[in-house]
């Protein structure tokens, strides 16, 4: 069985036009499956408008609970606690669910065991078809835990979707930055495509996810973004990316044509089929398909 081509799109920072260029490139694939792994602030379906037919819970993490009726007020919770998760009403001690971290103390140090520790299942994970093909995606709850464990789930139904649908490929929007969910979002993919800016603080950025990515040894090619609002900070990200042996899939322009596409829930395919960033658009989906190695089999 042939094995889909995995892309994630990454970039060491937010703001850089990341899921804006996923999603347009989600409009030039064909026979693929989408996936939002920003699970901390999935907004991909804004753009692709997904139709949600499935949902489930997902869980991760842990809260304590206290049972008001075994509870003494004897304190030693709160006293114990390094989170200050633990607040008294009227006398009736309640954890705060957003400040408490599972760990568990409370539990062992209360001498009436009036404390417990519970699954939270705050997490959500969304099964949807878009107008470009199935998509798959999550969000995580008000300070829960465990976006990583989150992220490969959603991987592992893409990879699913794919395989059930015989699709090509899977495209999918990473978080921005280089922590757990990232890591989660690289694991065993087959490209990297890093977005970045022509800004000191993009190329600081970039150079940290390169970093990052090397480790796990996932090609990595470059998308610059607005790269003509600094012309010399571009000549400079290309002069040492070309030092590094890391290529440049393309250089997309800065246009309020985009400002006007987000507005109106549209790609830039959509809005402007034949304009200046969607032929460079164009150009880069091109490149991405042809440096598409043999199908593995599994």
């Not at 792994?37 to 907004?43: F, I, L």
């Not at 999918?172 to 490209?191: A, H, K, N, Q, R």
Request: proline letters at 4%.
């Amino acid at each position: 069985m042939e094995k889909p081509f995995e892309i994630v799109m990454l970039s060491g920072k937010g703001g850089t036009g990341k899921t804006s260029i996923t999603a347009s490139l989600a409009a030039l694939a064909e026979n693929a499956v989408f996936a939002d792994c920003d699970v901390d602030a999935a907004d991909l379906h804004l753009l692709l408008s997904p139709v949600i037919y499935q949902h489930e819970k997902f869980t991760s993490g842990a809260k304590a609970e206290i049972n008001s009726e075994k509870c003494t007020a004897c304190r030693l919770c709160k006293e114990l606690c390094r989170f200050n998760a633990i607040e008294v009403k009227d006398n009736i001690y309640q954890i705060d669910e957003y400040a408490c971290e599972g760990c568990g103390l409370c539990v062992e140090a209360c001498p009436v065991k009036a404390i417990s520790i519970n699954r939270y299942e705050n997490n959500q994970l969304f099964f949807s078809n878009c107008r470009f093909g199935p998509m798959i995606y999550g969000k995580l709850g008000i300070a829960e835990e465990n976006s990583g464990r989150l992220v490969s789930k959603i991987r592992q139904y893409a990879k699913e979707t794919a395989l059930k649908n015989k699709a090509r490929y899977i495209l999918i929007d990473g978080p921005p930055g280089i922590g757990c969910p990232v890591i989660s979002s690289v694991t065993g993919t087959d490209l990297v495509v890093a977005i970045t800016e022509p800004t000191l603080s993009g190329w600081h950025d970039l150079q940290r996810l390169i970093e990052m990515i090397g480790r796990f040894r996932t090609p990595v090619q470059v998308i610059i973004n607005k790269y003509d609002l600094n012309e010399d900070m571009t000549s400079t990200i290309e002069t040492r990316l070309k030092s590094e042996g890391i290529p440049i899939l393309g250089k997309i322009p800065y246009d309020d044509a985009m400002v006007y596409a987000l507005l109106d829930s549209k790609t830039m395919i959509e809005a402007e089929p034949q304009g200046t960033i969607t032929n460079e658009l164009k150009k880069i989906w091109n490149t991405i398909t042809s440096i598409i190695y043999e199908p593995k089999s599994i």
